[in-house]
């Protein structure tokens, strides 16, 4: 089983100020570690594309995306989707991703959405995926605004469909999470989880193909330690992952 995972790192531009003196620094950082960690304790192949790369790294054919049993975003807006350097740049016609994402799922192949600040529509609105295919494929609507729901007092979830597949050998009693992004689910989604009418947990079939929805993120902030640590962290993504690929 081989999966595609884009997302999950940053560059920090940083301005140090001391006193009438400043300098910079710029500092590279990513949270994937542990989503790739999960995939390797369940034997699971994953190729990772980093935000600042996929303009220029994600696949651009249906026969690349392919390769991949499932796709994974996470938190990497659609920006960095749509504008590589021979588009933004050199002003050269280039394939739409988020069209090829969609085409890849109705074929049969399984797609996934993991929250953050740009994932969905995210902070600002700068995750942008309203009115795309992306939100076509997934289980749920997104809100036209800045769909955060930030809880610094920590919030477990509702969950729905304890016998789902995904949640195999997973207990009903979760971690808490710091946050997710609103999503509402469609009428023909599976809503695994919940929180105040959100879709936390959600699946859908689309064409010969699945899609899976996580409101909340993998790694932190959303994700704190109790979550990113619990031992059950592995066994779900794994599920999740399987599921997607129709191994499970």
């Known amino acids: 089983m081989k999966i595609l995972f884009a997302g999950e790192t940053w560059v920090k531009h940083i301005i140090h100020q001391k006193g009438f003196d400043t300098f910079t620094n710029s500092e590279y950082g990513e949270d994937v570690g542990w989503f790739r960690d999960a995939m390797k304790a369940g034997n699971i192949e994953m190729d990772h594309v980093p935000s600042h790369a996929v303009g220029d790294m994600f696949p651009t054919t249906l026969e690349e995306l392919q390769e991949y049993d499932a796709v994974i975003l996470s938190d990497v807006g659609s ?10 740049t050199h002003g050269i016609v280039q394939p739409n991703r988020l069209d ?11 797609f996934a959405m993991i929250g953050g600040y740009m994932s969905f529509q995210g902070i600002d609105c700068k995750g942008q995926y309203k009115d795309t295919a992306i939100e076509e494929i997934l289980p749920v609507n997104l809100y036209a605004t800045d769909d955060r729901s930030e809880h610094p007092e920590g919030i477990t979830f509702d969950i729905l469909e304890p016998d789902h ?3 195999t050998d997973i207990p009903t009693e979760w971690p808490h999470f710091l946050g997710y992004n609103k999503l509402k689910a469609k009428p023909e989604a599976t809503v695994i989880a919940e929180h105040n009418d959100h879709a936390f947990i959600s699946t859908m079939e689309y064409g010969e193909g699945r899609t899976f929805a996580f409101a909340s993120d993998c790694a932190p902030h ?6 990113i640590e619990w031992e059950h962290y592995n066994a779900f993504w794994i599920n999740v992952v399987k599921w ?4 499970q």
């Open 79 to 88: 920006n960095s989707m749509l504008l590589s350097v021979n588009t933004f």
């Open 100 to 110: 090829l994402i969609k085409e890849y799922v109705e074929a049969g192949g399984s």
């Open 165 to 167: 597949p995904i949640l």
């Open 222 to 227: 959303w994700g704190p330690e109790e979550f």
């Open 244 to 247: 997607l690929a129709n191994k």
